[in-house]
């Protein structure tokens, strides 16, 4: 080998060197990319900025990275050749076209509706690429990994021996095959639910379902309130084998578990609650100690006791992951024995217990701090509106004990503050409905004190146990915890909001990710004080990362926890259930329950459950105002225009949070839509309507199968 060639393949392996690691460090630091100024940061004392950056050229040059234009650098997640299959979640448009949503992907990959395999709105589908385009990448569906939905609302149609089953939703490309042993004397013309037993494998085929309940008599509202929560994947049957084993987990404690439990039968305990509350997942006691010290106990349900893993109730509930509240109904996550009477802390009954028992001192610090398995009876249930009656008349039954509490709970919420919590408090709407459960009035959830008690006890619960598991779970290459992260914002989705703000009149300067905690409640203080101010509060919330469960811990920057987890709601949230599952086995030092990868799966099964819950509360909210409004037809409303797209702009009612569309076709001008800052501009008499304008609407018309309201602007 001549001198010049051992010179060039030193050279080489410099170069390989620091790429190597600048790749490694992108690819364990984050996901969806890292500033570059993070990179210079880091590899600074051992290169100097020239090498990194040549280093980051060439790292770009062989496809390996990709520069976003918000200033990110990040590992190149589109494969470099078609046929390879990528693992995503399908987005159906009601063209038939399906678009597939990659973690880690700017863009979509689009599925010409002939490639589908008849997959459905959220089924998580394996892909392989047919045209390699960073920005408009398409390809087909090759396999269905899993079905979001296992239920549909349909019409039957009987034939020979058998029968079809119709799906009312016009997304769902085929009928269903109804065996006639299936068929539960279903007849012509029938709306029944449908429950898949087989989806069949070979494309073309319908998949073979059975009838698991008529709905005859049943009002529209009722049948779209079930068709939001089955499209988002959410069963409204318990399977049988989840029934027989509720059926025999008995109502009473046994004396030799109450034996086995620390008993706090005795000892002042309440529950606090909204007014249609019946599952009580948590309650406070209140005891003063021998030295002057009190104890305040946080008592959350022992669901973990009752649902054991692998059970078919387990199994269920890890299907479902959450509840799911609704303004007329709940879905829950655990049949109605256990959520709402074995495990629902009801008062003068004896519960199982899962508890943080905290020591504070005379200052408002806490001492000491315990974890207990124990035997509780809650003395009272409160209300919200009770408690915060008895603290603002300062008189009431237990008025000294909610009084202490409310004011470590206020020591507690300033702490938090302190350590950079961002108080995001928005608007939510409620409903009051008739007796067919048709609104008669939308007004606002009202949070007071006695709401931010219970909140305030419930989250330093949280914090407590995650930082158990922080030192724990580290000291065996086995042992894994669940986490609730929340990720630091996007500078560029801030950086849009404010220049939002900007167009309303008030200056906000984002800088890096901590300062904007501070720019952040100096909005939501403004947005208190303001009303009018409501829309950029809620875009600030936007602009914000989502929280979602994992086993690597990131923080969660919202709150401004270091460490945090969900221990307090297990009948509604089956994170919960696992946090109470590998708590009490790290008490108990035994070996774990789940491994690693187990835990990981679980926790990104939970957060996409989470997102569907979410998704179908907000369908079933939209419904409902489009419900109220169409009573409104006609008629005038003060409101203020929440958002902005090409084709109009949104506009939020004053009086009642209800939103509509105006459309431009109804304008009598064209319009510029300026996209950076979100504002449509008019071309001949240059009006402007941008988000935060004030502006007063007639509602023109109401479609509830589109949930659409549409408005006219009143000159």
Request: aromatic share 10%.
């Amino acid at each position: 080998m001549s001198k010049k060639n051992k010179k060039k393949s030193s050279k080489s392996k410099g170069n390989s060197g620091i790429d190597g690691a600048i790749l490694k460090y992108i690819e364990n630091k984050s996901k969806t990319g890292l500033k570059i100024n993070r990179i210079f940061t880091h590899f600074g004392k051992k290169y100097t900025n020239e090498k990194i950056e040549t280093a980051l050229v060439r790292l770009e040059t062989r496809n390996l990275v990709e520069f976003s234009e918000n200033g990110k650098v990040s590992k190149k997640r589109f494969l470099e050749k078609p046929n390879e299959v990528i693992i995503g979640k399908v987005d159906l448009a009601k063209s038939g076209i399906a678009y597939i949503i990659v973690e880690g992907w700017d863009n979509d990959i689009k599925i010409p509706r002939k490639y589908t395999m008849n997959a459905l709105n959220n089924d998580i589908v394996e892909v392989e690429l047919t045209k390699f385009n960073k920005q408009n990448p398409e390809g087909k569906i090759s396999k269905i990994v899993k079905r979001s939905q296992s239920e549909f609302i349909c019409k039957f149609q009987p034939t020979d021996g058998f029968g079809f089953a119709l799906p009312i939703n016009d997304n769902v490309p085929f009928d269903f095959f109804i065996p006639e042993s299936y068929t539960k004397g279903a007849q012509k013309g029938d709306l029944v639910i449908v429950h898949v037993i087989n989806w069949e494998d070979t494309a073309g085929k319908n998949p073979v379902g059975k009838v698991v309940d008529k709905l005859s008599g049943l009002s529209p509202n009722e049948i779209e309130m079930r068709s939001i929560l089955m499209e988002q994947g959410f069963n409204l049957v318990f399977p049988n084998e989840v029934i027989q084993e509720t059926e025999k987990i008995k109502d009473f404690i046994s004396k030799k578990e109450i034996a086995e439990r620390l008993d706090y039968r005795n000892e002042l305990t309440f529950t606090i609650d909204p007014q249609d509350a019946k599952d009580f997942d948590d309650a406070l006691s209140v005891k003063e100690l021998e030295n002057g010290n009190y104890e305040i106990g946080i008592h959350i349900a022992d669901v973990s006791h009752y649902v054991r893993p692998g059970s078919a109730i387990d199994k269920e509930a890890q299907l479902r992951a959450t509840s799911v509240y609704l303004p007329d109904r709940v879905c829950p996550m655990l049949p109605e024995k256990l959520s709402n009477k074995v495990c629902s802390l009801r008062p003068d009954e004896e519960k199982c217990t899962f508890s943080v028992l905290f020591e504070f001192d005379n200052k408002k610090k806490i001492v000491n701090y315990t974890f207990a398995k124990t035997i509780t009876k809650s003395d009272r249930r409160f209300t919200y509106e009770e408690v915060q009656e008895i603290l603002e008349n300062k008189e009431g039954q237990y008025y000294a004990e909610l009084s202490y509490l409310d004011s470590l709970a206020k020591s507690i919420r300033a702490e938090r503050t302190k350590n950079g919590a961002i108080n995001f408090e928005s608007d939510e709407v409620r409903f009051k409905l008739d007796e067919n459960a048709v609104p008669v009035e939308v007004y606002l959830k009202e949070r007071k004190d006695a709401h931010l008690l219970v909140e305030d006890f419930m989250l330093l619960a949280n914090t407590t146990v995650a930082k158990y598991f922080s030192k724990l779970d580290t000291q065996k290459s086995n042992q894994g915890a669940v986490y609730r992260v929340h990720d630091k914002p996007d500078m560029q989705r801030l950086q849009q909001l404010a220049n939002i703000a900007k167009n309303m009149g008030y200056s906000l300067t984002f800088k890096d990710e901590e300062q904007a905690r501070d720019v952040l409640n100096n909005l939501m203080e403004m947005v208190e004080k303001n009303p009018k101010l409501d829309v950029l509060g809620r875009l600030g919330i936007r602009s914000m990362a989502k929280a979602e469960y994992t086993i690597k811990n990131i923080g969660h920057y919202g709150l401004g926890f270091e460490y945090y987890t969900h221990f307090t709601s297990p009948i509604r949230r089956y994170p919960d259930v696992l946090v109470h599952r590998i708590l009490l086995q790290m008490l108990l030092k035994e070996r774990p329950f789940y491994s690693k990868n187990e835990l990981d799966e679980l926790c990104k099964s939970s957060s996409l459950m989470e997102r569907q819950a979410q998704k179908a509360e907000r369908e079933a909210i939209k419904y409902k105002q489009v419900e109220y409004l169409s009573k409104y037809v006609g008629e005038e409303f003060e409101g203020v225009i929440s958002g902005v797209i090409s084709r109009g702009f949104f506009v939020e009612l004053s009086a009642n949070k209800c939103e509509g569309f105006v459309s431009l076709n109804e304008m009598k001008e064209d319009f510029v839509f300026d996209e950076e800052h979100l504002k449509l501009i008019g071309m001949r008499t240059k009006t402007v309507f941008q988000i935060g304008n004030d502006v007063k609407v007639k509602v023109v018309s109401t479609n509830l199968k589109e949930k659409q309201v549409d408005f006219d602007i009143v000159k």
